[in-house]
């Protein structure tokens, strides 16, 4: 035998009128991801120790995948999720690229001591 609902939860479930409700369009994505990217920009062009570089590189990977994503989740409908795995493709390429940028700041580190990049003029095989 089932029970009638509480009125209090029947009030509870009504929609707030006063509460606005904020609807993501592709004009906020493109937004949110250039001012990712400008962020990845500058601290890549800005920083002089090579982790920080990397982190901005990794900035404008995120805001690229974003745009993929932002592309297809508004474009027609019936469509295949191409945006999507481009984006998965692109978070996989960006693990690969830290992993190797991390292993090559470490081996620069061993030998020279620091990771200033101005510092590091005396690159040799």
Known sequence: MAMAPSPARETRALPNPIRCVMTPTLQ??????ATLFSIGLLAALSRRHAIFILIGIEMMLAAASLNFIAFWRF???????IG???AIFAIAIAA???AVGLAMVIAVYRHYRTTNVDQLDQLKG
């Open 28 to 33: 906020l994505f493109l937004i949110v991801s």
């Open 75 to 81: 474009g027609s409908q019936p469509n295949p999720p």
């Open 84 to 86: 999507v795995m481009v």
């Open 96 to 98: 690969a690229e830290a």
